[in-house]
């Protein structure tokens, strides 16, 4: 791989940039206009700054924790994004491999280059999600929950902030055209130029409905309002994903970071929370995690670690982000996840 291995996840963005073709690279790390959303997501959480408690016993720490009922070494889990194929010739399947390796949820996107049934025999036995961009055909829409189902995807995370791509600055530029992947229909409504999957018509009406044929749990991703997590939770969903999607749909969407305290506040006791959004280090999980999340998601960083070094860099990223956050956790006085509270931040 290199003359070094990587300690750190943000070491990994070179290599893969210099291991990706240049239009791909923008399509994976750019973002909507002026990219000031995935400029500040990674602000937010440098701002926050840490109360840590001493004299605790640290010398056991367990990182370990739950997701509706399945059992996870650690809270940290993989957001689900497009196209791998550019990444590496093994595409999600790799993705699916590392994760594992590093006790890791994936979660699968729609615009998967492989098959989620091939996702899922790649890494048997993983925890796993898939992720929902509904076809605007409904029995198209059932049959991708009834096939998640079947493979054994643990929880569905519909997308709801993508009624039209965003401007991809870089993708017009360079002329990038993604393919809707493995699972959606050819005739799914999709931007002329770039390929990007598009929804304009998708409404709350169309997430009671998913909500009545999705028989496991169901997560709305893209919820930046603590207005939207009430009306979705009280539609029956059982998660709520605080996402501005990366970066990629209204540029100065505020970051998932400074959206969650309000939404953990409003729905916290009644929903299930992941966060994500310019997560870099474990310190950022930690604040996550005490920022009311019960899971912290990385996007881009598996990327890169798919493009750097196939499943072992994709393992790798997890890894160092894991042993981050048990070194912050011990640093923090924290030997538990019970423990990251929201007093831990100033
Ligand atoms: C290249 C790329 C593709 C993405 N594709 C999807 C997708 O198919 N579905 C989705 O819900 N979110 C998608 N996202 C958003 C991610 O799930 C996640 O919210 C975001 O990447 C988190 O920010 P981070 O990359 O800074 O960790 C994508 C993000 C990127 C960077």
């Known amino acids: 791989m ?7 996840v943000a070491e990994f963005e070179p290599l893969a940039e210099a291991a990706v073709e240049p239009a791909a690279w923008g399509y994976y790390a750019g973002g909507a206009g002026d990219e000031r ?7 937010a ?20 924790t739950t997701a509706f009922g399945t059992p996870l070494p650690h809270p940290i889990i993989v957001s689900p994004t497009a196209s791998h194929d550019l990444a590496h010739p093994e595409a999600e399947v790799a993705t699916a491999r590392g994760a594992a390796a590093a006790g890791a949820l994936m979660t699968l996107s729609t615009i998967a280059s492989r098959t989620m049934e ?13 992720q929902l961009y509904p076809p605007a055909d409904r029995e198209a829409a059932r049959a991708l929950v009834d096939r998640a189902v079947a493979a054994g995807y643990g929880a569905i995370a519909v997308t709801v902030d993508l009624p039209l791509p965003g401007n991809r600055e870089r993708d017009a530029r360079s002329g990038f055209s993604v393919s809707l992947g493995a699972h ?24 009671d409905w998913l909500r009545s044929i999705c028989p496991i749990p169901l997560l709305a991703k893209g919820v930046l309002r603590a ?17 501005n999607h990366g970066g990629r749909q209204l540029d100065t969407a505020i970051a998932g970071a ?21 997560v870099r280090r474990g310190i950022d999980v930690l604040k996550g995690l005490a920022l009311g999340a019960d899971l912290v998601a990385v996007g881009r960083p598996a990327i890169w670690g798919l493009a750097a070094d196939g499943s072992s860099g ?27 509270t929201p007093d831990l931040i100033v």
């Open 2 to 8: 290199t003359k070094h291995l990587p300690i750190t």
């Open 37 to 43: 959303s995935i400029a500040d997501s990674r602000a």
């Open 45 to 64: 959480w440098d701002r926050l700054r840490l109360r840590p408690r001493v004299l605790v016993d640290v010398e056991n720490l367990d990182l370990s």
């Open 118 to 130: 091939d996702v899922a025999a790649g890494a048997p036995g993983a925890p796993r999600w898939f």
């Open 184 to 207: 959606l229909p050819p005739d799914q409504p999709s931007d002329p130029t770039t390929g990007l999957v598009i929804m304009p018509t998708m409404t709350w009406d169309d997430l």
């Open 227 to 243: 207005d939207d997590a009430v009306r979705a939770v009280d539609a029956g969903c059982d998660g709520i994903w605080v996402s």
């Open 258 to 278: 400074d959206a969650l305290p309000q939404i953990a506040g409003a729905v916290g006791d009644r929903a299930f929370l992941v966060v994500d959004g310019g």
């Open 314 to 340: 994709v393992q790798r990223v997890l890894e160092i982000l894991r042993d981050e956050l048990r070194l912050a956790m011990a640093l923090a006085g924290c030997p538990t996840l019970a423990e990251v």
